[in-house]
C-alpha cells in the first residue's frame, strides 16, 4: 500500500495523559498536512509542513499540541495534557506540490482519538 | 468568514438511479475544489477534483461542474451503487486561494436503496 499511513487508528487515553500520532505520507511527496474531524463535520486544518520546515498553525492548535516532521519524511502530533474536548479523529495528507497547481490532497484512514 | 456549505445533509436515492450532490461555496478567490467520499471510520478518499478555469470535468461515473457566477459545485454520480454510499464533501483550497489549505463543507450523506 503506497498511501498515507498513519498509526495508530485507534487510541483511548485518560485525561491529562500525552498522545502521540504518527504519519507516513505518500513517497516522495514533499507536503504534509495534519486536519481534525469532529462526527458530524468536515476535516478542519490544524497544520502544513513543506518538507521539513512547519509553514502554517491553525488557531485550533493549542499549545498542547506539537508537530513535527523532523527528516521531511514521516510526522508525528503530539498531544499534551488531554482533554475531553481533543476527542476527534486526526487525519494526515500529503501532497506533491500546491493545491493552485491542481495537486490533490490525499488523506490517510485517521487515527481516532477517544479521551475519557 | 468565508466557508463553503452543501445545500442537503442527506440524499437517498434508488440504486441504478443518478445522484446529483450540491454545494455552495463564498470566496470568489478560490481557484480549486475537490469533492471527497468518506465512508464511516474511513479518511476522506479524493473523487475527482476541477479548476477554476474549468466548468465541467469527468471522471469514471463522475462529474464535477462548477458555476462560478453563482459560486456552485455540484458533483453528479451515475448508475448509483450501493457501494456508492457514503458522506460526500466538497472541499475548496481555503480563504484567499491557499495554496496549501482546504476548507471544507459539512457533507451530505448518500444513501443509495437496493
Known amino acids: 500500500d503506497t498511501g498515507v499511513s498513519q498509526d495508530p487508528r485507534h487510541k483511548i487515553t485518560k485525561r491529562g495523559q500525552n498522545v502521540t500520532f504518527r504519519c507516513d505520507p505518500i513517497s516522495e511527496h514533499n507536503r504534509l498536512y495534519w486536519y481534525r474531524q469532529t462526527l458530524g463535520q468536515g476535516p478542519e486544518f490544524l497544520t502544513y509542513f513543506q518538507n521539513e520546515a512547519q509553514l502554517e498553525k491553525s488557531r485550533l492548535l493549542s499549545d498542547r499540541f506539537s508537530a513535527e516532521r523532523p527528516k521531511g519524511s514521516f510526522s508525528t502530533l503530539e498531544i499534551q495534557r488531554t482533554e475531553q474536548g481533543d476527542s476527534a479523529m486526526y487525519l494526515c495528507?500529503?501532497?506533491?506540490?500546491?493545491?493552485?497547481?491542481?495537486?490533490?490532497?490525499?488523506f490517510g484512514e485517521g487515527s481516532w482519538l477517544t479521551v475519557v | 468568514g468565508e466557508s463553503v456549505g452543501l445545500h442537503l445533509p442527506t440524499l437517498s436515492v434508488q440504486e441504478g438511479d443518478n445522484s446529483i450532490i450540491n454545494c455552495a461555496y463564498s470566496?470568489?478567490?478560490?481557484?480549486?475544489f475537490i469533492w471527497y467520499k468518506q465512508e464511516s471510520g474511513k479518511g476522506p478518499q479524493f473523487i475527482i477534483d476541477i479548476r477554476s478555469n474549468m466548468d465541467k470535468r469527468q471522471g469514471q461515473r463522475v462529474t464535477v461542474l462548477l458555476n462560478k457566477t453563482v459560486k456552485h459545485l455540484s458533483l453528479q454520480i451515475a448508475a448509483t451503487q450501493p457501494g456508492d454510499s457514503a458522506v460526500y464533501f466538497c472541499a475548496e483550497n481555503g480563504s484567499g486561494g491557499s495554496n496549501y489549505k482546504l476548507t471544507f463543507g459539512k457533507g451530505t450523506l448518500l444513501t443509495v436503496n437496493p
Open positions: 495528507a500529503s501532497s506533491s506540490r500546491g493545491t493552485s497547481s491542481g495537486n490533490t490532497i490525499y
Open positions: 470566496n470568489s478567490a478560490s481557484d480549486y
